[in-house]
């Protein structure tokens, strides 16, 4: 008989792991590589226009260059998904680039910070689109406001409605917020020591999530 499974993708774990390489992926790209978001393209977007008003233009496209980037990782990751595989389901093949992307930029000197921050950026952008949902719940692993205005939201249900439903999503919203924070204090320690080199320790965790969603698949061919 064949079993729906439910998609790894959005387990609560895979969504930890998310949660710390997005952290991890904005501390290193802010603190290592000149102050430039990975993540945060709303503070890119805004520093972009502080330096266009001054007529720095060559730093303004230090904030350009990333949001672009983002939009690319986001398109291509949305390729995958139209393009699916047999033997990888589209999210490994995403979280797979994201984690070949981020080796790579592990090994650009900082006279490359553009094009190292806009790589990041880009892997920033498949993860962004690939990875939506956890536990059926619309959760964002790479940025705080969204999460921080549905677990907020929630948790005025619960005080008003008293229903447990509601504390158990906002509980989920913020511990999210949580490993996101974590995964920035993760990525701090790991620059004093590796520096350029830190970013490795992000394609670490993304190949976890990567092996986590392969041995599910072939649990799931098991039960098929």
């Not at 992307?101 to 900082?110: E, G, K, R």
């Amino acid at each position: 008989m064949k079993m729906k499974s439910k998609q790894i993708s959005e387990s609560i774990g895979v969504g930890i792991l998310l949660a710390i390489s997005g952290g991890f992926m904005d501390a290193y790209s802010y603190i290592e590589r000149g102050k430039v978001f990975a993540n945060a393209q709303t503070g890119n977007m805004l520093l972009l226009g502080i330096h266009l008003s001054e007529g720095h233009i060559a730093l303004a496209l230090h904030y350009l260059f990333p949001v672009c980037a983002f939009a690319i990782g986001i398109i291509i990751a949305d390729l995958a998904r139209l393009k699916k595989g047999d033997r990888l389901h589209w999210r490994q093949i995403s979280v797979l680039l994201e984690a070949l992307v981020l080796t790579i930029v592990s090994f650009m000197p900082q006279s490359m910070n553009l094009l190292a921050n806009s790589l990041t950026s880009l892997a920033c952008g498949l993860q962004v689109e690939s990875f939506r949902k956890i536990q059926g719940q619309s959760i964002a692993t790479t940025m705080c406001i969204g999460n921080l205005r549905s677990g907020t939201e929630n948790m005025s249900h619960f005080f008003s409605t008293k229903q447990l439903e509601y504390f158990l999503k906002a509980m989920l919203y913020y511990g999210i917020i949580v490993c996101f924070i974590i995964g920035a204090v993760l990525g701090y320690g790991l620059i004093k020591i590796l520096s350029e080199q830190a970013i490795l320790g992000c394609s670490v965790i993304l190949m976890i999530v990567f092996l986590l969603m392969f041995i599910h698949n072939e649990k799931a061919n098991q039960m098929s």
